[in-house]
């Protein structure tokens, strides 16, 4: 159950209040909010004066929850919103990882000309082996910084650990979080710390449910401002690298109220189907495309098969206007 507090209560009532539920406390910037286990079902006798709204539930999604807001969050990315009212698709796009100045610089003026406002690059690669190439790290972060500064980028890049949690909110506006970080609670309180949004992948082995509660460690630690990310789950088929899952994605925009950004680059694996996998999640009115774009995709250092050549995107990007038209979505 999720409840507000009367403006006028006082902490001392709040705080018993809280304890009386055993829940999480946070303030919104408008009311105390007050998360009790889903278990509970009507408040404690004895509070009715503090208590301004009250909402059962009915399991562990809460604040993320349509039963608590039934409009998708609005999220600012840069000058850029995204849920709420706006219709908008944001499109995310770069390199899987920043690799060079040269590399990153040569997106950043791709991007630029594409009418992109969100350019991604990891710098923490969470790569499944130990001998490959593991990202710039900081270094990485500081050219993502300088293309922020020199091109008025959104910047979009993943944490790997909760130690390096603040660089990347220092040099990033978007905290990503990658499906195999998901179920990091180091991570996941970080990213509870700050303000900036933060896009929380699907882990490939994840139930909806299991990925909607990671978003509530996010929420219930006072940021509001969380986005959820399908790019596949791993099913019993190897022809391609996972599966997208938009049966899931019908699931997440019927019971959450988190914007939804899609990543068909991860599912997929492969460049070849990028394009009209990406028309079919625009098809769904999501919230947001996030696709991996190289300059060089033969000599990219991670995730080399799936990244697009530039004249892809530049296609892709004249396909999926037509069905974001049809959807009446407002490709951004
Ligand atoms: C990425 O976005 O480059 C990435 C590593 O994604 P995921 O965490 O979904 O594998
Ligand atoms: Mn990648």
Known sequence: MIIHTKPNASTTDVNRLAKATKSIL???????????????????????????????????????????????????????????????????AGPCSVESESQIRESAVFMQKMGITALRGGCYKPRTSPYSFQGMGLDGLKLLSKMREEFGFTIVSEVRDATHVHHVIEHADVIQVGAKSMYDHGILRACAKTQKPVLIKRGFGTTLQEFAQAAEFVLSGGNPNV??????????????????????????????????????????????????????????????????????????????????????????????????????????
């Open 26 to 92: 946070f303030h919104n910037g408008e009311h105390n909010v007050l998360v009790t286990p889903s278990k509970m079902q009507s408040p404690p006798d004895g509070f009715s004066e503090i208590i301004d709204q009250a909402w059962p539930m009915t399991s562990d999604l809460q604040l993320g929850s349509k039963s608590y807001k039934d409009q998708t969050r609005e999220i600012k990315l840069g000058d850029i919103s995204i849920g709420g009212n706006t219709k908008n698709t944001i499109v995310i």
């Open 227 to 332: 986005m959820l990310c399908e790019r596949g789950i791993r099913t019993f088929e190897t022809k391609t690298r996972f599966t997208l899952d938009l049966c899931g994605v019908a699931w997440l925009k019927e019971n959450t109220n988190l914007p939804i950004i899609l990543d068909p680059s991860h599912a997929l694996g492969y460049r070849y189907g990028i394009s009209d996998l990406s028309k079919a999640c625009v098809a769904m009115g999501i919230d947001g495309l996030l696709v991996e774009v190289h300059p060089n995709p033969a000599e990219a250092k991670s995730d080399a098969a799936q990244q697009l050549y530039h004249e892809q995107f530049s296609k892709l990007l004249n396909d999926i206007r037509p069905v974001a038209d049809a959807v009446c979505r407002k490709i951004v």
